[in-house]
């Protein structure tokens, strides 16, 4: 079966930085797109970056030139660098398969004004 194992996460202030870790195991990591959803208190999830199995990267427009999505198809592991973090970046981050059910546990990221 398909797991997800996020990490990084934390208290941070403003300003500052933070990298995500997504470890995925039990699919072919190569052929898969992954995303990275988050869901801030009290709202709906909502999707933060996509990366393709060919390389293809989007963002939601809150999070361009802030944040960076990458894999490393030897590690089976996707990240997500997180710079210039405001409160309103506060949410639980969710790794996942992109057209499946499959998601981790999350890994919260609190930001500090």
């Known amino acids: 079966q398909v797991q997800l194992v996020e990490s990084g996460g934390g208290l941070v202030q403003a300003g500052g930085s933070l990298r995500l870790s997504c470890v995925a195991t039990?699919?072919?990591?190569?052929?898969?797109?992954f995303v990275w959803h988050r869901q801030p208190p009290g709202k709906q999830r909502e999707l933060v970056a996509l990366i393709t199995n060919t390389g293809i990267i989007n963002y939601r427009e809150s999070v361009k030139g802030r944040f960076t999505i990458s894999r490393d198809n030897a590690k089976n592991t996707v990240y997500l660098q997180m710079n210039s973090l405001g409160p309103e970046d506060t949410a639980v981050y969710f790794c996942?398969?992109?057209?499946?059910?499959?998601w981790g546990q999350g890994t919260q990221v609190t930001v500090t004004s």
């Open positions: 039990g699919t072919i990591f190569s052929r898969e797109a």
């Open positions: 996942g398969v992109l057209g499946t059910t499959y």
